[in-house]
């Protein structure tokens, strides 16, 4: 898939097929062995909201939140890690 998705039937087909680990996010398909964070993040909430009876609403909702939060804490890491290698490297190139 070139192009994010924009039709809510399409996206829910493709979100579905994450949940049962099919195909990952990006539409492609998952390889033996190769865990899709994507996918395991729409199997456990899909398995939240049908043990505590939630719409359809409320499930797309706490899709929502947690897959901003992983995005979130990912970018927090990201950005860690460039501060790190940058004061190693110039930690390193003054001496």
Do not use: W
């Not at 979100?15 to 993040?41: H, M, N, P």
């Amino acid at each position: 898939m070139n192009e994010p998705l924009t039709d809510p039937r399409e996206i829910r087909r493709l979100l579905q097929d994450c949940s049962y680990g099919i195909k990952r996010i990006d539409g492609t398909e998952v390889s033996i062995g190769v865990f899709s964070l994507a996918g395991g993040i729409v199997h456990k909430v899909n398995c939240l909201a049908d043990i505590n009876g939630l719409s359809c609403e409320d499930k797309m909702t706490l899709m929502a939140y947690h897959s901003l939060l992983m995005f979130e804490k990912a970018m927090d890491q990201r950005i860690e890690e460039s501060r790190l290698a940058s004061s190693i490297f110039v930690h390193t190139k003054h001496r």
